[in-house]
């Protein structure tokens, strides 16, 4: 197993995905875990994670020093490769320039075991504000940039290693080089760690932790609560119940798509209530703006509806979600900044009528869930659907939510999925149509038009956490656009998002 130490960074579980790709076992847990619990854990090496303070001021997240001591193999990234420098003696200063994106690395060492394989000059994401301006006595600087001179250092003799770029995230180009000769060259990992074997100890949890209680599965019919539900009908059987609600707020037809899924007449075996709350939930939005308290109003109203169906179910103990580690580290893990509420994380209400709430994929990231899914043996066209936020179209409409906002994206999101499936397009992580608050003018017919502007996004990314925007095809976009202007009420304009994440995020909201 490795552990990694988390000092409040955006993309704490990111390094998690990264080992466990190589297959082995990780966990994230707070920088202030004790000596004497991670001597009790035994990791065969520890990660330190970016955060956004600096190590000098007095209310910095630390460690003790004896981390170092204790005879494991650590790496320090961004923030824990200051803080490594800053408590064995070196020195941390504010940088002269600041260094943010894609950066030229040049490595000063060829026989480092960290960058074995890794070319002289390579590219990494650097993101920092500080830097190491002296390595600490007895580390060797093995990299560096024209304004860093310490890209990265390493004191081999006590298994100690640290960079200053994030190995983890796809932009630095080889990464996975690095994080996998940390794992194996430097830490002796075995690499017997796989998916089917986190299915199987999940189903025996699931069926220890809920005994002959009842439990209630928040069923979305998205690729998290589909993996979670089949789950928790191996583990629980007839003890549980999927209760899908229809917030007026999803695709167009998606409802019934579903429905034909976990329905009774679907190939699963599950008691499946629909409930029909369109109304309700646009009763709730009404006048609403602000995105965060969108995502709460959602939120909070999905968990009335799961109440109000589990006591005329009868007496139901938990509550599962499809969570999943990018919603909880979004909505605020630790120390780390709250870039968005979940629904069904940040945007959870602070009383909630269940014994529990049970989120048997918290710790996974989408393409993990993807992988459990096919273990479970679920279909295809259902374990590679593209993510759905549980907010729906809440939140790919700018501004306030109305019954005719909704249809206009629905409309128009259809007919994009409709063109980049005729297109054939591969390798797209996420891609819809979204509402812009933004109206102008138009001409159609000879006549004056005032309406609004769809925005079309397209992302490639395999883990949620960082995204690039995807080059479509000019002609799938004029087609795309052509059709949304003719077709769909309310429209005179259509506009394409060419933002990664970071800076922005996936969804609009």
């Not at 580690?325 to 509420?341: F, M, Q, R, T």
């Not at 925007?469 to 077709?487: C, D, F, G, M």
Request: aromatic fraction near 8%; include cysteine; hydrophobic fraction near 40%.
């Amino acid at each position: 197993m490795i552990l990694v130490l988390d000092f409040g960074g955006q993309y704490n579980q990111l390094i998690a995905r990264r080992v466990r790709e190589n297959h082995v076992y990780c966990e994230v847990h707070p920088h202030t875990m004790s000596l004497d619990r991670i001597r009790e854990m035994a990791p065969k090496g520890i990660i330190l994670t970016g955060g956004p303070n600096s190590v000098y001021q007095a209310d910095s997240a630390s460690c003790s020093p004896e981390l170092f001591r204790l005879g494991i193999p650590v790496l320090g990234i961004c923030y824990g490769s200051q803080l490594m420098a800053y408590l064995l003696g070196g020195r941390v200063e504010t940088a002269p320039t600041s260094e943010y994106g894609k950066t030229e690395v040049t490595l000063r060492s060829g026989r480092s075991k960290l960058f074995a394989g890794v070319d002289t000059k390579t590219i990494c994401w650097m993101s920092h504000t500080d830097y190491i301006a002296a390595a600490p006595d007895g580390f060797q600087i093995t990299a560096d940039t024209p304004v860093c001179p310490v890209a990265a250092m390493e004191n081999e003799a006590e298994n100690l290693y640290a960079v200053q770029f994030h190995p983890e995230v796809m932009h630095t180009v080889q990464g996975k080089v690095m994080l996998k000769n940390f794992v194996y060259a430097i830490c002796g990992c075995a690499g017997d760690w796989k998916m089917d074997s986190f299915v199987r100890r999940t189903i025996c949890e699931l069926r220890e932790k809920i005994g002959n209680g009842r439990a209630l599965c928040a069923l979305s019919g998205g690729v998290d609560s589909s993996v979670a539900a089949v789950l928790l009908s191996k583990a629980i059987g007839s003890q549980l119940t999927c209760v899908f609600v229809d917030h007026g707020l999803l695709r167009k037809d998606e409802g019934d798509q579903v429905e034909a899924v976990f329905g009774p007449n679907g190939p699963y075996d599950v008691h499946f209530v629909r409930v029909n709350a369109k109304d309700r939930f646009y009763q709730k939005l009404a006048g609403v703006t602000d995105p965060e308290q969108k995502r709460k109003i959602i939120g909070e109203e999905f968990i009335r509806v799961f109440e109000e169906e589990a006591k005329k179910i009868g007496a139901v103990d938990y509550l599962v979600q499809g969570t999943i580690y990018p919603d909880v580290i979004e909505s605020g893990l630790g120390k780390s900044a709250v870039i968005k509420s979940h629904h069904n994380v940040g945007g959870l209400p602070d009383y909630v009528d269940f014994k529990e709430i049970v989120e048997p994929l918290r710790l996974l990231f989408k393409d993990e869930v993807r992988t459990a899914g096919r273990e479970l043996g679920i279909p295809d066209y259902l374990v590679n659907r593209q993510p759905f936020p549980g907010p729906g179209l809440g939140i790919r409409i700018i501004g306030e939510v109305t019954e005719e906002k909704v249809r206009i994206v629905q409309e128009a999101d259809a007919i994009y999925r409709e063109e980049v499936a005729k297109a054939g397009v591969e390798g797209l992580g996420q891609y819809f149509a979204a509402l812009t608050n933004m109206r102008s003018v138009g001409v159609m017919g000879d006549g004056r038009t005032y309406d609004y502007a769809i925005a079309l996004r397209a992302v490639m990314t395999s883990d949620f956490m960082t995204a690039e925007s995807a080059q479509l095809p000019w002609e799938v976009l004029q087609k795309t656009t052509s059709r949304i202007v003719n077709e769909v009420r309310g429209v005179n304009r259509v506009l394409y998002d060419c933002t990664g994440k970071p800076p922005a995020t996936i969804e609009f909201e």
